[in-house]
């Protein structure tokens, strides 16, 4: 199956930077977990938007459901994950 690209939506009231990088970096690495143990997921980063209290992380994954496990497994409070469409610059 060929990876998709996933949107991860999470709202984080009165978090703190150290709090969110420290969450990011067990995503992170709870993803790398998982494609070392054969599931296909990437985690390619995320945006805070500071006024607004949320955070959008990005996957590459073969499916939702290996997207939800990497947040559920690494503890990773999110409202929904999103199949989305990349859109390169030409």
């Known amino acids: ?41 990437r985690y390619l980063g995320s945006a805070f938007v500071p006024d607004e209290e949320s955070c959008f992380c990005r996957f590459e994954a073969t499916s939702a459901d290996v997207v939800r496990e990497a947040c559920e497994t690494a503890q990773f409070a999110y409202a929904r994950i999103l199949e989305a469409e990349s859109i390169a610059r030409d």
């Not at 939506?9 to 969450?23: D, F, H, K, N, V």
């Open 1 to 41: 199956m060929t990876a998709k690209l996933f949107v991860v939506e999470r709202y984080l009231p009165g978090i703190t930077a150290e709090e969110l990088r420290a969450s990011a970096e067990r995503l992170a690495a709870t993803a790398q977990d998982l494609a070392a143990s054969g599931k296909e997921i």
